[in-house]
């Protein structure tokens, strides 16, 4: 179970999340994703800080997959500079159908 990842990805709206998650899990390139809308994020861009509402997009995916996955990202994305941050997921413990699932719903 070493190999599952989730990445953390940052969107304008709950829509680009929709439309991002929606590429990632038709191309199988993860299991599933969540959409967390009603983030406020404040941050540095161009010498300020700035506050905007955001969206986080959750993906559950697979080591192995984490460059493509990240790339299709960027290639959807609105941002510049987009966050995707890809975070090991070390089960120890959990549901063994759930993560079996999950390994094999992705491509490759």
Do not use: F
Request: aromatic share 6%.
């Amino acid at each position: 179970m070493e190999n599952l990842r989730i990445l953390y990805v940052t969107t304008s709206s709950k829509q680009q999340a929709r439309d991002i998650g929606s590429v990632l899990v038709k191309n199988k390139l993860c299991a599933c994703v969540n959409i967390i809308d009603g983030m406020e994020s404040l941050y540095w861009w161009n010498g300020e800080v700035q506050s905007d509402n955001e969206c986080v997009l959750l993906v559950k995916t697979t080591q192995e997959m984490v460059p493509k996955v990240t790339q299709s990202i960027k290639s959807h994305h609105s941002y510049d500079v987009p966050c995707v941050i890809s975070l090991p997921l070390s089960v120890k413990e959990g549901n063994a159908d759930y993560l079996n699932w999950l390994r094999d719903s992705v491509a490759g």
